[in-house]
Structure formats: C-alpha cells, structure tokens
RNA sequence: GGGUAGGUGCCCGAGUGGUUAAAGGGGGUAGACUGUAAAUCUACUGGCUUACGCCUACGCUGGUUCGAACCCAGCCCUGCCCA
C-alpha cells in the first residue's frame, strides 16, 4: 500500500471538494482498506461517460488497495433523486429498475474491477422498513435544511411543486451510509448535500462520519447541461465505437479540457489544434471502452467520410432497394431498413426540400423524382448518415 | 375547508367565438460556411405514400352555436394567500 500522502496525491485529483482532506488522511493513515460508497440508482439502462467520472474515481480506489461498495438504488430509483432538477422525476416501475440494475452493473464492471467490489441493493434495507423507522429518520432532518437546497429553493421560488417523497431522497441515501458502513462517499458535485446527510446520519448512529468527496459533473454534447440519458445529449460507454467517436467530435471546442480531465484523466494539450486534439480524446476513449484498433478504425474512417468528404470510398451500410423507386420511397426505406428508425413523411419531405439527400454528392430535391439508384453509389441521408446501395 | 390566479404544441409563452395547426422565443433538424466545434445567415419544425385535401390538437367530460383554445356547466390538477 502507498503512503498516505501518495494515496492522498492520486485520490485528490480531478474532485471539487473533499470533506474534509484531515479527516481522509486519518482514515487512510489506519492502514486498512476503506468502504468506499457510491450510490447509482437505475433509472436508465445504460452507464454514459457522466457516470463513468465517478467510477473512475473508484476504480483509482480499489487500485490503492479499498474496497468498493457499489449501491443499486433499486427502491431510491423509484423515488427519484431531485437533485439539480427543476421537475419531478417521472416514476419507473420496479421491473424496469430491476432490468436497469443488470446492464448498469454490467457496464460499471468496464470500468471497476468486478472481484474488488461489493454489490447490494437498497432494496434490502428500505422495502421492509416500518413505517416508525421512517418517522425517526425524517425526525433527523429538519425542513429548513432541506429548503436551503438550491433546487429546491428554485422550486419555491418558481411556483413549481415539490412533492414530499422527493425529500425523503436525501434522507434515504443518507441511511444507506450507516447500513454499508462507508468510510467515504464519492459523487457528483450536485451530490454534495445528500452526502452530508449521510455524514450526520452516522454521527447519530455513533459511527465515524464518512468522508464527502465530489467530483464535477460532466456537461453533455450540447455543452451546456449535464450530460443525462432524458436529455439524449450523452455518450454510452457500450455506443458502438463509431458512434462515440462521433457523439465525442461534436462537443464544443471549450468541453474539451474538461473531457480530458474527466474522461481520460490527462491534461490537453492547447498547442495542439482543437480538431486534432478532439481527433485524439475520440480515438481514446474509443480504445479505453473498446479496442486501440477500434479506435485507429474509427480515425481512419473518419477522415475519410469527414476530412475528405469521400463518402465514395467509405465504409457505409448497404441498402437493398424496396420497391420503391422515387426518392420518397428510397429514403423513408432507408431510414426504416438500415437504421431501424421510423421517420415521419413530413421528415423525409424535409429533408428532401432542404438539400440533405444527396445520390453521390448530387442533391435530389424532388421527391416524386426516380434517378437510376446504381450499386455502389452513395445516398446521404442527413448530416451523419448515408448508405451505400448494394 | 375559504379566497384567488392558472392548466395551450418538445419547453416557455401569446391568443378570449370564425382569416388558428394556433403569434413570439427557446430547443431541434436541414442547407450555406466549416473542423459532425463555435459564430453567422436561411428554411423547416403535429400526423397522413408526398395532400389549394383529410385527421388529430389548446387539462377532462358534456353543453350552447352554422362555427369554440376562446362562451356555459360539472369534474380533475397546480401555484399563491387565509385557516
């Protein structure tokens, strides 16, 4: 095991706040592995590079010898964590959670050493809590401190409703604390009040509070709000290679030390030229998720359909025609055969009349129009798509 | 429980009997530009096999009317004030 100010060096690196610093180094200084928490309810089946922030953190934990404890919110998912929310969560039926749970472990495990981490449901505490429990745990907190929330606050302030489940929330995963006995906790930085109440949860039960350490949020593609699955603005870390290189050459150029930091845990480079520079972060992440030769795959291909616009010579998906032969019909087969999405006609026409579909760089604005479709040519559909006719 | 203000398209928000698929903004998509970045300009943005046509839509259910998002009744929901 390293010394505590190693440990502490690593572990310090890329957080917003730890709380507090004193009180990690007297835990680490004990010379034994720490319970370190981090609590992830299944709302949504896929883990996104969001997510993957704070399992990296643990993951750099575990390498220094601590233990992991991973915590299923499968009855918190129900509830709903209002942190940093204007609305109410919607609800998730408890299959779904269960569902969620399962691919969310699977892909946590891409980036957390499965044989170094502990596993458990909230379920197992919470489901068959009497209802005197809870009063006693709500006793705990008072009102006032939930208002000083800012979400909440903005809530009030707004006119918006907050419903009462909503603040149990924090109360919840502040029990969860007590029950695995975390030493520390790790989340994001809009996590930074319900970890606290898991610190004077412990408190009152007599056990050493766990230290609070929180690490920023990473904003999603559009740059500006946190990267989230409801919001569509976020990298799967099981995307197919292609698509993350893709998702991650849109970021905004401003995004990308951030990225670095938070996605690869180096600094950029701000000599080098932001495209080649954003060419580097896709490539690597690809290959951190995947594989180095996905990644060199995806660069090269890139290049080649972006770079140098050379859709003829890129590797596309084939479309096998329908009977259609106008433009119309080809197009919305397309979507349907080759990308599995159904587009309304409004859509096509639209695309169509705006000049995005193009028969080997040649616009076709005609929708009723039936051009000779020849093998081997290329079709664009939109911005990031086109097929190639077999 | 009482009073009061509200519930409109993905979101915010105008509209208070016909010219309303519903102003404006945001967001989104596409084009020009380009680095699938940013900025800027332009177009589109309910659905229908492509439609001066039809269907669906302004909390829900009924009603008045030639005609309703808009008027009436009942119901549901939310904010605020009072208890």
């Known amino acids: 095991m390293l010394s505590v100010p190693e440990q502490l060096e690593i572990l310090k690196r890329g957080t917003v706040t730890i709380h507090s610093e004193k009180e990690l180094a007297m835990k680490l200084a004990k010379g034994k592995p720490l319970r370190i928490k981090l609590g992830v309810d299944p709302t949504s089946p896929d883990i996104h590079l969001g997510h993957a922030v704070a399992l990296r953190k643990l993951r750099q934990f575990q390498e220094l010898g601590h233990q992991i404890v991973l915590i299923i919110g499968d009855f918190t998912a129900m509830i709903g964590d209002p942190s940093g929310r204007s609305t109410t969560r919607p609800p998730l039926t408890y299959d779904e959670v269960l569902a969620n749970a399962k691919t969310y472990t699977d892909q946590a495990f891409l980036v957390l050493d499965k044989d170094k981490t502990e596993v458990v449901f909230n379920g197992n505490w919470f489901k068959e809590m009497p209802f005197m429990e809870v009063i006693k745990l709500n006793a705990r907190v008072t009102l006032q401190q939930m208002l000083q929330r800012e979400d909440f606050k903005n809530r009030v302030a707004n006119g918006t409703e907050v419903r009462l489940h909503e603040i149990q929330y924090p109360i919840m995963q502040g029990w969860d604390s007590v029950v695995v006995r975390a030493d520390v906790e790790i989340g994001g930085s809009d996590q930074l009040f319900n970890i606290l109440v898991g610190r004077d949860l412990q408190k009152e039960e007599g056990m050493e509070p766990q230290v609070c350490m929180t690490l920023p949020l990473l904003e999603g593609l559009d740059g500006v709000k946190k990267m989230s ?92 025609l329908s009977d259609r032969r106008d433009v119309f019909g080809v197009v919305q087969h397309a979507f349907l055969s080759v990308f599995e999405q159904t587009v309304s006609g409004g859509d096509v026409r639209r695309l169509i009349q705006g000049g995005s579909i193009q028969l080997n760089g040649e616009k076709l604005t005609d929708p009723k129009a039936e051009p000779t479709w020849e093998s081997g040519a290329v079709l664009k559909l939109d911005k990031k798509r086109s097929v190639r006719f077999a």
């Open 229 to 320: 699955k409801s919001l569509g603005n976020y990298v799967g870390l099981t995307d197919a290679p292609k698509e993350m290189f893709g998702k991650l050459m849109s970021i905004p150029d401003e995004l990308m030390a951030k990225y670095y930091l938070l996605v690869l845990g180096e600094e950029l480079d701000i000599g080098m030229h932001p495209m080649e520079a954003k060419k580097q972060l896709a490539a690597k992440c690809v290959a951190v998720y995947h594989s180095s030769s996905a990644a060199q795959e995806c660069r090269d291909d890139w290049d080649v359909r972006f770079s140098k616009r050379d859709l003829v010579n890129a590797e596309l998906p084939l479309l096998t």
